[in-house]
């Protein structure tokens, strides 16, 4: 299923709503939670070129977009990816998974009609346009870490803590 994913997110002259259709066809809903971790892994260790990363972080978002963030599975993920973007002497990604992955937190993108490589095209050559200092302007992680914190569900005693109960065996 692998190779069906990498096709889904590998035709950058379709709209975003035409590849998460696609998606949403491969992948029904019981295993869209799997193809959602394949695409986590994926964005980890960098085995994507630049439009597919935009096209699997639109499908990260697409996929529980309608539900509670608490029963997001892929935010952490989103949350490190854009917590990277803040490190401009090292961050070597493109100014247009920068803007999605802001997007993703700040209000809900309206992507679906538009072609990917000319929005990418369009983000790259804006971002261009833009003086130094407001292309580099870092984005407050904190708000959507602690938002995305306050949504989880509580757990008790020490497992907050990730400490697990421990049983004495009688010998």
Known sequence: KTQTLLEVISDPSLTFEKCLSGFQKAFPKPQQFRAGYTLCYLLGEDALNKSQRILSIYLLYEMYRKDKES??????????????????????????????????????????NKVVEDWISKIEHDSENENETQKNDPIDIKVYNKAHQENMPSLKGFEHLGVKPVLKDKI
Do not use: H, Q, W
């Open 71 to 112: 029963t997001m599975p892929f935010n952490a993920k989103l949350l490190e990816l854009l917590e990277e973007s803040n490190d401009f002497e090292n961050y070597n990604r493109s100014k247009a998974e920068r803007k999605i992955l802001a997007d993703c937190f700040t209000f809900v993108p309206k992507l679906g």
